[in-house]
């Protein structure tokens, strides 16, 4: 890979007082301004991948690489926080102010920018995310989707290269994950941004460059979605579902159909079905 | 006869101040007994409200809840027994364990309805074999353990009050899709076991086209719509203009019939859009 933004080698972890390591040996890169997915049932490992991106975790064994930098290199920590940005799961507990303005400063106001700066950086990422005619609300009224838009601004106002979201949707109702998932493309769209989106839902990856699955703490599968999710037996076996698209095209081949495993998305399932019945 | 009959419910937050809200806004229903309803509508739509109504949490501004042909406000004594008999799982529920050991925090309905230890250890036994929560965990606390066991503790210590109605806000949220098979599936047997009914307030569409009898869309504190699941993804425009999004079979099927493929209109699982498939292709051209 030309340049890589992350690189991850060799890397094991083990939590303090557990018998079982939760990543074994996990090699990859990261690709500048790709769009990344990692999928992976609860406890394969996925999350704690995540956390070791910004040195949220330091790897019990191997190293991780951000721009360079070791993330067990303590003097470049801040360096490296500020290069790679970390949105979680549940929104209430990442905002802290209680104005949503002063809660994207948070960040900035902490690593020494200066207040001229911060303002621009403020209304820059709330602007990024569509929350900027909320910059004056209070963050507890708003929607889920809405809080969480919020913390993604709050970590673009450090101006990351990368920003890694743990199960971002995992709380929210249909129209809040929609929200934040069209932030996120966005982000990448037009800012060229590295993203690295942990999911449990496949619909989330379908756009994605790359998907990676984890099982066991290992990289059980890699590749673009399609390729992925074309291996549908060893997808089951992972203990995971394909996206509904695949799930019917599977069954369908079993029942003599010539159909693609890779029309992923409803528009390319439904035409290459169409053309079949168009055949006969 | 219905288990649970709501009349002219109407719930008002805040009311006489500038915040006032009207979250439920006079809904009447009956629930019959065995009955798996399905309860979906997004953020607001008043669906978290209404479900509070049935086991006497919140109380109504107006209208009247009954529970086996009581009025459940009718005294002190009957709201407090129809928390038993209906029992709430809220959303997120792995947040709400508290106790210090999982017995301890399976054992707490059953103790407050006032049953001898003996009972009470029964009970969390056979509660806790039921959400497949294992006999060496019950004595650890449930910080140990991982997001999907606590969820199953927390399903477990509803279950152990053996409520006749039970109801699930959300129960698969957050789990990835063998935690949320697994959860499905114990709501099921629960219910041919007790011959229980059960609700379920879910945002994903393809759990409740699976599980549900019965369907009630709400929409601004009303129930706009209530049929079968057939019958109501047939309304897939509707749905969509409400905000809710429709089970990916429907879609699919939808995006088929645009493409002039002739499938029916009342399509919402996988499988069954499959068989239709394969039926209509033995049966000869579609087009």
């Known amino acids: 890979m030309t340049d890589p933004i992350l690189k991850i080698e060799h890397v094991s972890y083990t939590y303090p007082e557990a018998e079982e390591p939760a990543l074994r040996d996990v090699t990859l890169e990261i690709a500048r301004g790709s769009f990344v997915a990692v999928l992976g049932h609860n406890g394969s490992g996925k999350s704690t991948l995540a956390k070791t991106f910004n040195g949220i975790l330091i790897p019990t064994e191997g190293r991780v690489l951000v721009e360079g930098m070791d993330t067990a290199d303590e003097d470049r920590l801040l360096d490296i926080r500020r290069t790679v940005g970390m949105v979680f799961q549940n929104p209430d507990n990442q905002i802290v102010a209680s104005v949503v303005e002063d809660d994207v400063a948070f960040a900035p106001e902490n690593l020494g920018v200066a207040p001229k700066e911060i303002r621009q950086r403020v209304d820059d990422a709330l602007r990024a995310v569509g929350m900027y005619d909320f910059r004056l609300h209070a963050p507890h009224l708003l929607s889920g989707g809405q809080k969480q838009r919020v913390a993604i601004a709050g970590v673009l106002a450090m101006r990351p290269a990368c920003i890694v979201l743990d199960e971002p949707t995992a709380m929210l109702d249909p129209i809040g994950r929609r929200e934040v998932l069209a932030t996120v493309e966005e982000l990448r769209r037009e800012r060229g941004m590295t993203v690295v989106l942990i999911t449990h839902h496949m619909s989330e990856c379908v756009d994605a460059d790359r998907v990676i699955v984890m099982n066991g703490g290992r990289v059980a599968l890699d590749g673009s979605p399609k390729a992925v999710f074309s291996q549908v037996e060893t997808m089951r076996a992972e203990g995971l579902a394909v996206p509904e698209t695949t799930e019917l095209i599977y069954g369908l081949r079993q029942g003599g159909f010539d159909l693609p495993l890779d029309a992923l998305s409803v528009d390319e399932c439904a035409d290459a079905i169409a053309a079949i019945f168009k055949k006969d | ?287």
């Open chain 2, 1 to 287: 006869m219905s288990i649970i009959r709501v009349e002219n419910l109407t719930h008002v937050y805040s009311q006489g101040t500038p915040f006032e809200k009207v979250a439920v806004d006079n809904i009447s229903v009956e629930i019959g007994r065995g009955e798996i309803l399905g309860i979906i509508g997004h953020t607001g739509s008043g669906k978290s409200t209404f479900i509070q109504h049935l086991n006497a949490l919140l109380k109504p501004t107006s209208g009247r809840v009954f529970f086996d042909g009581k009025d459940i406000h009718a005294s002190k004594e009957t709201a407090r027994d129809v928390r038993f008999q209906v029992g709430l799982v809220f959303q997120y529920p792995e947040y709400q364990l508290f106790e210090e050991t999982v017995f301890k925090d399976i054992a707490f309905g059953p103790k407050n309805m006032g049953l001898s230890e003996a009972e009470i250890a029964e009970r969390v036994h056979e509660a806790a074999g039921f959400a497949d929560v294992p006999e060496s965990l019950l004595e650890a606390s449930p910080l140990e353990l991982s997001g999907g066991q606590k969820r199953r503790v927390a399903i477990a210590g509803v279950i152990a009050m053996m409520p006749q109605v039970l109801i699930l806000d959300e129960p698969t949220a957050g789990l990835d899709p063998v935690g949320r098979e697994s959860i499905l599936q114990k709501i099921l047997d629960y219910r041919r076991e007790t011959e229980g009914t059960i609700l379920l307030i879910s945002h994903s569409m393809d759990d409740v086209a699976r599980l549900a009898t019965r369907l009630l869309v709400f929409d601004k504190g009303r129930i706009a719509m209530d049929g079968t699941p057939a019958e109501i993804f047939d309304r897939a425009g509707e749905l969509k203009a409400m905000g809710l999004t429709v089970p990916a079979a429907t879609e699919i099927a939808l995006a088929l019939r645009r493409r002039g493929v002739d499938i029916p209109e009342s399509i919402y699982t996988i499988n069954y859009l499959r068989k239709q498939l394969v039926s209509l292709r033995e049966g000869g051209g579609a087009c």
